[in-house]
């Protein structure tokens, strides 16, 4: 089985968890190789932090693959 690599945030280096690489995704494309921790994606798309977690919640309720 191949072992996932740790993704880091493009801007500040944080390592990431699966929501906001997640995130990153759906906002800026599924094949986007750039990846946001949610503080620097909120800065970069000028949307508050709390909105984006509201979204993360939303998509799961949706179903989005990219959250499960």
């Known amino acids: ?22 995130l990153s995704q759906k906002i800026i494309g599924r094949d986007t190789e ?3 921790c949610i503080d620097c994606l909120a800065e970069y798309i000028e949307c508050p932090v ?7 919640q939303e998509f799961k309720e949706q179903g989005c693959a990219l959250f499960l």
């Open 1 to 22: 089985m191949a072992r996932k690599t740790a993704k880091s945030c493009c801007e500040c280096s944080k390592n990431l968890i699966k929501d906001e690489i997640a």
């Open 34 to 36: 750039e990846f946001y």
């Open 50 to 56: 709390n909105d984006l977690k509201v979204k993360i």
